[in-house]
């Protein structure tokens, strides 16, 4: 989140209640936005599919939606947290003009290779060959701005990024609907696209803007991915272990085929993805925190090191960290706790105003559970991600990858009354083995600090 952290303090220092708001909201938009704003889409899509698509091209529409958001993020993620640990390091030795070369060289390998394996993977799916060239080029639209947003993050005009996402879904909207009554389904796949694209070039003017053109090749960005590799790995891995429960669930013997080979699970996606809603407002209050408090104290804990203080200064500063982390995380526990239980009392209320089937309320309420421990799951690798403990959270990646999997397949060969347990208990596992390194770090900082300096 390079430079962030920077935009959010400015806005803060201002002390009124709007700019404290309009932070929230701005911290939102960069951890959830491409995310909500493909949710909102399709739910007013939705309301009005009637008018404008068989029960059947909407449903197609819908899968096409959740499959590119699905595998362009686990296949971005591959370049994700590796892009973002250049782009850091060459903002913070003042290298700014390096930004749109790594941009491009991203671009273009997502772009080389995305494309043909999206092409291959639709080759076989029951639609027409003009959908499937609209389905690809949506995965490459879609793949470049989850880029986009890694390298906008370095700009502060946080007010361009919100319009982007509000005018590029606006179009979205308006484009499928009016493009259905001429083109048909094909129009309303055309439509959203060019809402997306709108999106895509308008954060790309913004980079353009900020940065000198650059050149089209970094090759100090490409020995990342070699010094780096935890971090590529990570990024598919853990992508991969958000998305598996539900492709297991695609693939299980109570799966209902739209069309070849468009897949879904009514029983289960619903409650699922309402239940992530409920983890927004935790995430942008974890983004305020860890890229204020945390960080101001995290930056003047290795300033003391560097300055070569006595211990005890550096003790009395870790102490200062330690408790602004406890205090940020028991504030999430309070927050996120209080709208899970919340969610939990009313989800009859909630599994009615979503239109899902009342039978579905025991699996929001265990989705539930398992989304407030994924939050805290995710909230504890960013702190690890800060000590730099880039094994420990490969194997925590690892580790809900496979259980998150094999649970989730476990349940689909039992009954229904089972469905989403293999995800939460898949969240309770990586979350303790999380924790549990977290702690273990933290107990240790200072010889963890002082261990990996090098000698001489």
């Known amino acids: 989140m390079a430079g962030i952290g920077f935009e959010l303090r400015r806005i803060l220092g ?165 493009l259905s009554h001429i083109l048909g389904p094909e129009g309303h796949m055309l439509g959203y696209l060019i809402g997306q694209s709108v999106i895509f070039f308008w954060l790309l003017s913004r980079l353009l803007a900020e940065f000198h053109l650059g050149a089209v090749f970094d090759k100090a960005m490409w020995g990342y991915f070699i010094k780096y590799w935890e971090l590529a790995a990570i990024g598919i891995m853990y992508n991969l272990a958000i998305w598996i429960d539900k492709i297991i669930f695609w693939l299980a013997p109570d799966a209902r085929t739209i069309v070849p080979f468009f897949k879904t699970h009514d029983f289960y996606e619903g409650p699922v993805f309402f239940a992530y809603l409920t983890i927004v407002p935790t995430l942008a209050i974890f983004l305020m925190k860890v890229e204020t408090t945390f960080y101001d104290h995290y930056r003047l804990y290795y300033a003391k090191v560097m300055e070569n203080l006595p211990l005890h200064a550096i003790l009395d500063e870790k102490s200062r960290l330690v408790d602004s982390l406890h205090n940020s995380l028991r504030e999430i526990l309070i927050i996120q706790g209080a709208i899970t239980v919340l969610c939990i009392a009313f989800a009859p209320q909630i599994i009615a105003m979503a239109q899902l089937s009342p039978i579905q309320i025991p699996i929001y309420r265990i989705a539930l559970t398992g989304a407030f421990l994924q939050v805290l799951l995710s909230v504890v690798i960013i702190i690890l991600f800060y000590f730099d403990r880039r094994r420990d959270v490969l194997f925590i990646s690892a580790l809900f990858l496979v259980t998150n999997g094999f649970f989730s397949w476990i349940t689909t060969q039992m009954d229904a009354g089972f469905y989403g347990y293999g995800y939460c208990y898949s969240c309770f596992t990586a979350l303790f083995a999380a924790y549990w390194r977290l702690d273990w770090n933290i107990s240790n900082l200072e010889y963890i600090t002082f261990a990996r300096q090098p000698i001489g």
Not at 47 to 67: A, G, K, M, P, W
Not at 132 to 146: E, G, N, P, T
Request: with cysteine; aromatic share 16%; proline share 1%.
């Open 14 to 178: 201002k002390g009124s209640y709007l700019n404290e708001l309009s932070a929230y909201l701005y911290a939102a938009l960069i951890s959830s936005g491409p995310w909500l704003m493909s949710i909102f889409t399709l739910s007013v899509l939705g309301l009005f599919r009637e008018q404008t698509l068989s029960n059947v091209e909407h449903e197609v529409f819908r899968s096409t939606i959740i499959y590119t958001y699905a595998f362009s993020l686990v296949f971005v993620g591959f370049f994700q947290l590796v892009a973002t640990r250049y782009l850091a390091d060459e903002l913070f030795l003042g290298r700014a003009e390096s930004t749109m070369r790594a941009f491009w060289s991203c671009c273009a390998a997502v772009l080389c290779i995305g494309v043909p394996l999206a092409a291959l993977a639709y080759l076989r799916f029951d639609i027409s060959g003009y959908y499937k060239l609209l389905a690809v080029m949506l995965f490459a639209v879609v793949s470049l701005i989850w880029l986009a947003m890694i390298f906008i993050s370095a700009i502060k005009d946080y007010i361009q990024i919100v319009l982007a996402f509000a005018v590029g879904t606006a179009i979205s909207i308006g484009g499928a609907l009016w």
